[in-house]
C-alpha cells in the first residue's frame, strides 16, 4: 500500500511546488495577461509618441521655413522700392552758402581778376532780365587752384575800390548775398559785430554812394547827388533806415533788420520783399 500511495504523493508535491512559486512571485496568468496588454499599450503610445514628435518637426520646420521666405520677399520688395525711389527721385539742388533768402532764379558770375568797370558793366547786363516781381540771386565767384569759391565780402568791396572803413569792413561776414528783385538791386550782408557796423556804416555814408551806388538800379540819378549830400532817417514798417534821396526820390537805402543783418538796395519796396523773405527764412528754420 506504501508503494501505491507514492506517485500521488510525488504530483501533489509538483503541485504544490508551482502554486507555491506563483504565489511567492505574485504571478498568475491573469497578471501575465494585464503585464502582455500593458507592454503592447506602451508601444502603441511610444508609436503615438514618435508619431507627434515627426509631425511637430515637419511643422517647425515648415514655419521656419515660410518664415525665411518672407523675410526674403520683404527684403526684396524693400531693396526694389528703394531703387526704384532712388532712380526716380528728384536729385537735391545745391543751395549756395551765401543764399539767404528764397530767390526764383540763380545766376553765377566768376569775377576774377575783373575790373571795377567790367564788373559794373556786367552786372548791369546781366540784370536787365530779371522780370517784375522776381527775386534773382547773383552768385559772385572766384578762381582757385582747386576749382572755384564764393567771392568774400572783403574782396567783392575791394573789387569796388570801396572806401569803407577797416573796422566796418572786419564786421563783415565773408558771406554776403547780391541779388534783384525786379529792376532793383539788394545787398545783403551779414554781421560780425553790430557796433563795428553800425558805427561803420555812418562813416561810410559820405562814399556809400561813390562805392555802391553804380550797382543799383537808381545809378543814372544818383550821379547827380552832391557830394556832400546827407543820409536822412525813416520808419518804414516799424523798421529804422537811413536814406539818401534826390528831389524826393530815394536812391539809396540802408536798414540793420537785426544785429546780424545789413540790408543796402535802391527801393523801399525791394527792402520790404527782402525783409520779408529774410523773416520767413528765420522762422522756417
Same mark, same amino acid.
Given at each position: 500500500?506504501?508503494?501505491?500511495?507514492?506517485?500521488?504523493?510525488?504530483?501533489?508535491?509538483?503541485?504544490?511546488?508551482?502554486?507555491e512559486? $506563483?504565489?511567492?512571485?505574485?504571478?498568475?496568468?491573469v497578471?501575465?495577461?494585464?503585464?502582455?496588454?500593458?507592454?503592447?499599450?506602451?508601444?502603441?503610445?511610444?508609436? %503615438?509618441?514618435?508619431e507627434?514628435? %515627426? %509631425?511637430?518637426?515637419?511643422f517647425? *520646420?515648415?514655419?521656419?521655413?515660410?518664415?525665411?521666405?518672407?523675410?526674403?520677399?520683404?527684403?526684396?520688395?524693400?531693396? #526694389?522700392? &528703394?531703387?526704384?525711389?532712388?532712380?526716380?527721385?528728384?536729385?537735391?539742388?545745391?543751395?549756395?552758402?551765401?543764399?539767404?533768402? *528764397?530767390?526764383?532764379a540763380?545766376?553765377?558770375? &566768376?569775377?576774377?581778376?575783373?575790373?571795377?568797370?567790367? /564788373?559794373?558793366?556786367?552786372?548791369?547786363?546781366?540784370?536787365?532780365?530779371?522780370?517784375?516781381?522776381?527775386v534773382?540771386?547773383?552768385?559772385?565767384?572766384?578762381? =582757385?587752384?582747386?576749382?572755384?569759391?564764393?567771392?568774400?565780402?572783403?574782396? /567783392?568791396?575791394? @573789387?569796388?575800390?570801396?572806401?569803407a572803413?577797416?573796422?566796418?569792413?572786419?564786421?563783415?561776414?565773408p558771406? /554776403?548775398?547780391?541779388?534783384?528783385?525786379? %529792376?532793383?538791386? /539788394?545787398?545783403?550782408?551779414?554781421?560780425?559785430s553790430?557796433?563795428?557796423?553800425?558805427?561803420?556804416?555812418? #562813416?561810410?555814408?559820405?562814399?556809400l &554812394?561813390?562805392?555802391?551806388?553804380?550797382?543799383?538800379?537808381?545809378?543814372?540819378? #544818383?550821379?547827380?547827388?552832391?557830394?556832400?549830400? @546827407?543820409? =536822412?532817417?525813416?520808419?518804414?514798417? &516799424?523798421?529804422? #533806415?537811413?536814406?539818401?534821396?534826390? *528831389?524826393?526820390?530815394?536812391? $539809396?537805402?540802408y536798414?540793420?533788420?537785426?544785429?546780424? !543783418?545789413?540790408?543796402? !538796395?535802391?527801393?523801399?519796396?525791394?527792402?520790404?520783399?527782402?525783409?520779408?523773405?529774410? !523773416?520767413?527764412?528765420? $522762422?522756417?528754420?
Open positions: 500500500m506504501d508503494k501505491e500511495k507514492s506517485p500521488l504523493k510525488q504530483i501533489r508535491t509538483f503541485q504544490g511546488d508551482v502554486a512559486a $506563483l504565489e511567492k512571485q505574485h504571478e498568475s496568468l497578471s501575465i495577461q494585464r503585464v502582455e496588454h500593458l507592454k503592447k499599450d506602451s508601444i502603441q503610445s511610444s508609436g %503615438k509618441t514618435a507627434v514628435s %515627426k %509631425k511637430r518637426i515637419e517647425t *520646420y515648415l514655419l521656419l521655413g515660410s518664415l525665411l521666405l518672407f523675410v526674403l520677399s520683404a527684403t526684396g520688395v524693400w531693396y #526694389a522700392y &528703394n531703387e526704384f525711389v532712388r532712380k526716380t527721385s528728384t536729385p537735391p539742388i545745391a543751395t549756395p552758402a551765401n543764399r539767404f533768402i *528764397y530767390s526764383e540763380e545766376l553765377v558770375l &566768376n569775377i576774377s581778376e575783373t575790373s571795377r568797370e567790367d /564788373f559794373i558793366k556786367t552786372l548791369s547786363s546781366a540784370l536787365e532780365e530779371v522780370a517784375d516781381g522776381e534773382r540771386h547773383v552768385v559772385l565767384e572766384k578762381s =582757385t587752384l582747386e576749382g572755384t569759391e564764393l567771392l568774400p565780402t572783403s574782396e /567783392f568791396l575791394n @573789387i569796388l575800390k570801396s572806401r572803413p577797416g573796422n566796418l569792413i572786419r564786421a563783415f561776414d558771406l /554776403f548775398m547780391l541779388g534783384a528783385y525786379g %529792376k532793383s538791386t /539788394f545787398l545783403i550782408l551779414r554781421l560780425d553790430f557796433e563795428n557796423a553800425f558805427a561803420g556804416m555812418l #562813416a561810410w555814408e559820405k562814399d &554812394n561813390r562805392d555802391i551806388g553804380p550797382l543799383l538800379a537808381t545809378a543814372e540819378i #544818383a550821379r547827380n547827388i552832391e557830394p556832400g549830400t @546827407i543820409f =536822412t532817417d525813416i520808419i518804414d514798417r &516799424n523798421k529804422d #533806415a537811413r536814406i539818401l534821396s534826390l *528831389y524826393d526820390e530815394v536812391t $539809396l537805402i536798414s540793420f533788420l537785426d544785429n546780424n !543783418t545789413l540790408i543796402i !538796395t535802391d527801393n523801399l519796396e525791394t527792402l520790404r520783399v527782402v525783409v520779408d523773405r529774410l !523773416t520767413k527764412e528765420k $522762422l522756417s528754420r
